[in-house]
């Protein structure tokens, strides 16, 4: 017999493709590591869940089969088995995870391809979630994506619904990019005046916000290039469309895999 825990965890393991058994035992189960063990044994058992230890710095991870995927009923095929890109998809995870843990509403990656392939599909929802002021005509990848140009468009990891104000997009880096691919993403939110909140290991938050330089006096980071931060120091906090935080995660191992991965990009 399938609990509300259950169903919720294989939802989550859906959208976000790979859960840590800390990440779910604090999410559904109030911190139980044995109970979310148990559990977890039990669905995969049954078909439901995929679950592997073979990354010793993640413990076991988990993420739903075909018929899982069904079960769950987000409306998500299974997800591709986590791969090189594992710790960016559980450092998803531990920030979508813990926005929604405090009662806020957030879309995946794949929630957000999935609905802005349908025509009306994300006017439909975001109504449906409170957000006023939709424009239903909009063309595809221009409601939660971002139009990046006259063709591409950029999809942020996650996107946070505030109902009765709009979308936050977030993005959460763990290696910086090249200045230029930096400076069309930041161009393209400032051109669709979409807020935006980057989460960030050391080395993202320096190229974004800058830093001290030798003679004491700040340098400024890309965001100050493109005008979506005020020059002469970090991120003041207030107003404007961007946002520059120090990614924090909760999951003890994935933390700690992060840190060591930050390090070497020093």
């Known amino acids: 017999m399938r609990t509300e825990a259950d169903e919720r965890l294989l939802a989550a393991a859906t959208r976000y493709g790979t859960l840590t058994l800390p ?15 148990t559990r977890i044994r039990l669905m995969t058992e049954a078909g439901l869940l995929h679950r592997s230890a073979d990354v010793r710095w993640a413990g076991t991870v988990v993420w739903t089969t075909e018929r899982g995927a069904r079960v769950a009923g987000t409306g998500l095929g299974a997800p591709h088995p986590p791969g090189e890109r594992l710790l960016h998809r559980l450092a998803l995870a531990d920030v979508g995870l813990a926005l929604e843990t405090a009662g806020n509403t957030v879309l995946t990656e794949r929630e957000v391809r999935t609905v802005e392939a349908a025509p009306g599909r994300a006017a439909e929802l975001l109504a449906d979630l409170g957000v006023p002021g939709v ?20 999809w942020p990891d996650l996107v946070l619904v505030l109902p009765g104000e709009g979308v936050v997009a977030i993005e959460v880096e763990l290696t910086a990019k090249t200045p230029s691919a930096l400076r069309q993403i930041l161009r393209a939110y400032g051109q669709a005046r979409r807020r935006v909140v980057y989460l960030g290991t050391d080395p993202v ?53 992060l840190e060591k991965y930050a390090a070497r990009r020093w």
Request: aromatic share 4%; glycine share 18%.
């Open 23 to 37: 990440q779910a035992a604090t999410a559904f189960w109030r911190g139980r590591q044995e109970t979310a063990r």
């Open 135 to 154: 424009h239903e005509g909009a063309r595809p990848g221009h409601l939660l994506a971002i139009p990046a140009g006259a063709r591409a468009v950029h």
């Open 205 to 257: 938050v320096r190229q974004l916000q800058g830093r001290p330089g030798p003679d004491g006096r700040w340098a400024d980071g890309v965001g100050q290039d493109v005008g979506l931060l005020p020059p002469g120091g970090p991120d003041p906090g207030t107003g404007g469309l961007l946002r520059v935080r120090p990614l924090s995660l909760a999951d003890p191992g994935v933390a700690r895999r």
